[in-house]
């Protein structure tokens, strides 16, 4: 049943990661992504990590693609134009990636003493979790939703239209109104 | 087919499928000209990573390493609201979401 449900998902994830790249319109790649997390969801349920995978059903693939998909509406992204980019990513940047992914396998592959997984292993509870985190790690959660105030005061501060700033409109096409939101 | 049912998975296969993930967002950080898209990319580099730390987390017994991707889960929250906020003021500023032709800084 693991092995079946790793594959199926395990595929869903690959096939969602190909079609993001795949995709010309935005909106496509935003819900391909979905699948990516929602399949990434199931994979943390296999592997025990049931909180862990209710949290990446409601924050990664319900609210943050929200703001995704939100925002690919609310700016009209059109198709992408395909260019070749730059010189630089193509000399560089493809086959650094060939070498990152070539040295994560042998890593991988060469590693001894991994385990296996099975559906008979323990889930790790709530509550445990709960226990390190509020216990050992408080300072380190009172610090992130210091964090995380300050991002939503940056978000707003960065998205809203300028009325108040001093130096006023710093649109110089004059089209701010259709993407103000407001 | 019941061996089929009881079959175990190596460990080893999640964390090739979280480098293949992982690849595949630096590709797209690579090929994609589209300023959301691109940052769709790192989100899904992020997914890579949590998904190797839940591996290690259920390979050694360690709730700390759950407890890691919950923090990574929050500054990923926190940086796609500031990210996406970024990506309307370039929009409102030089009405474009093509990387090419957000190019001032460019030397």
């Known amino acids: 049943m693991h092995l079946i449900l790793f594959f199926l998902f395990a595929g869903f994830c690959l096939a969602g990661a190909i079609n993001l790249l795949v995709q010309s319109h935005p909106i496509n790649s935003a819900l391909s992504l979905i699948v990516v997390m929602t399949s990434l969801a199931v994979l943390y349920l296999l592997l025990g990590a049931e909180f862990l995978a209710a949290a990446q059903v409601i924050v990664y693939a319900g609210a943050i693609m929200v703001l995704f998909t939100f925002v690919v509406m609310l700016l009209n992204a059109g198709r992408e134009e395909r260019t070749m980019g730059s010189r630089t990513a193509r000399k560089v940047g493809f086959p650094a990636v060939v070498a990152i992914l070539g040295i994560l396998a042998t890593v991988i592959l060469k590693a001894q003493g991994l385990g296996v997984a099975g559906l008979r292993d323990g889930i790790t ?24 105030l300050i991002a939503i005061l940056g978000a707003v501060a960065l998205a809203r239209h300028g009325d108040g700033d001093p130096h006023g409109n710093q649109d110089p096409h004059g089209n701010g109104e259709r993407t103000a939101g407001k | ?16 499928l979280s480098a293949v993930l992982f690849s595949l967002g630096v590709v797209g950080f690579l090929i994609k000209r589209n300023l959301i898209t691109v940052f769709m990319s790192i989100e899904l580099m992020l997914n890579a990573v949590n998904l190797s730390f839940v591996t290690f987390a259920h390979q050694w017994h360690a709730v700390r390493g759950q407890i890691f991707v919950f923090f990574v889960m929050m500054v990923a929250a926190a940086e796609a609201a500031v990210g996406l906020a970024i990506i309307i003021a370039v929009f409102r500023a030089r009405a474009t979401l093509a990387v090419d032709r957000i190019d001032l800084m460019k030397l």
């Open chain 2, 1 to 16: 087919m019941s061996s089929l049912f009881s079959m175990e998975i190596p460990i080893t296969w999640y964390l090739l």
């Open chain 1, 125 to 148: 509870s709530t509550e445990e979790l709960s226990r390190v985190l509020f216990h050992e790690l408080l300072l380190p959660f009172e610090v992130t939703s210091v964090l995380i």
